[in-house]
């Protein structure tokens, strides 16, 4: 079975309380006249306290273009996923030329090449390592990614492989876009990377190898979903698409897709010790809260990571998956769901195995 060597988070050095946070965006955002209480309201009801951006916040003031968000992006998301690849490798004790697979994800900017390729020569991976820029995922990424990995180490098993998250959701933001969307999304997401590295089943057992190990995965693609959440693209950048059904699709599908999988592995929802959720916003944790029946600690590390740095798109799930490891690591033998939801409207689960 393929198994997770290591994870590393990172943030943006820029931290700010979400008060901080909502006061800036009223100012470049709102015009004379709009009701700023809404705009409060909508902050205050995602349950963020604080956020770490990718640039100082007197900088979104300059940033007049789409070209001048990218290029910051491009900028923050090497520098952020070097320190995130180094660091996972570090704590895996793996070295840079050994990785023979590097899977990024992103939707938070644009770049060719792409952002694994400058990764790749700043850390030092081998120059006929693998690589596979994704993006469109969004938030379904970081839990996608994970299976991707362990369906190439499936074939690959005494390799290793990596997987790179960066978001940088502060540089999407639109100052002329006052639609609902915008406003609850100026309250919610937040920057931060996040890498992973696992190995196949050969290398892990020569290596002893103690973290979780991948049994399987699950994607799931809803019909008649496309608008619930994503991008427009348009001359001023991505502007955000999300509509209120999002809760509503977790009610509707999510209960029933855990279930049946868990159920091809003679598993029920009750034997499941441990739970990695991404924090996709206060009503869609509570979603799957209720539609799997879960006690409130068991996703209490989701909701403290959403409180602590927001909605990471892609990297949240990770940053869960680290804090888990880190703060309440499960016993050896443990059964565990690592899920996500994203554009599509989709979602994606991993069982793992600690």
Not at 63 to 81: K, P, Q
Not at 143 to 155: E, K, M, P, S, T
Not at 220 to 229: D, E
Not at 259 to 271: N, Q
């Amino acid at each position: 079975m393929t198994s997770l060597a290591a994870v590393f988070p990172v943030l943006p050095q820029h931290r700010y309380s979400q008060q901080e946070l909502t006061q800036a965006f009223a100012e470049v955002c709102m015009r004379p006249g709009d009701n700023v209480e809404v705009l409060k309201r909508l902050h205050t009801n995602t349950k963020v306290n604080s956020r770490n951006l990718a640039l100082p916040l007197h900088r979104y003031r300059e940033l007049d273009s789409f070209s001048e968000a990218n290029d910051a992006y491009i900028a923050v998301a090497v520098d952020l996923g070097s320190q995130a690849v180094v660091g996972a490798l570090a704590r895996a004790g793996i070295g840079a030329h050994e990785v023979d697979l590097i899977i990024f994800t992103t939707i938070t900017g644009v770049a060719a090449p792409s952002i694994d390729a400058l990764v790749a020569s700043q850390v030092g991976l081998r120059p006929d390592v693998k690589r596979l820029p994704l993006f469109g995922l969004g938030c379904v990424a970081g839990a996608a990614g994970i299976a991707r990995l362990h369906d190439f180490l499936l074939g690959h098993p005494t390799g290793v492989a990596v997987l790179l998250s960066v978001e940088l959701c502060s540089l999407t933001i639109q100052r002329d876009d006052r639609s609902m969307a915008n406003l609850v999304a100026s309250g919610l997401f937040g920057d931060g990377a996040a890498a992973v590295v696992a190995v196949g089943a050969d290398r892990a057992a020569q290596t002893g190898v103690t973290g979780p190990c991948v049994i399987d995965s699950r994607s799931h693609l809803y019909p008649g979903s496309a608008r619930t959440m994503g991008w427009d693209v348009g001359t001023s950048g991505l502007k955000i698409v999300l509509d209120a059904q999002v809760p509503e699709l977790v009610h509707r599908y999510l209960g029933q897709d855990v279930r049946l999988f868990l159920k091809e592995h003679d598993l029920e929802v009750d034997g499941i010790g441990c739970w990695v959720s991404h924090p996709g916003g206060p009503k869609v944790i509570e979603a799957i809260e209720t539609e799997l029946d879960l006690p409130p600690a068991a996703l209490q590390l989701t909701w403290e990571s959403l409180s602590r740095v927001g909605n990471l798109s892609s990297a949240s799930v990770l940053h869960v998956l680290d804090d888990t490891w880190r703060l309440r690591r499960p016993k050896a033998g443990t059964s565990s769901v690592l899920m996500a939801m994203g554009p599509g409207f989709c979602s994606e689960l991993v069982l793992l195995q600690w």
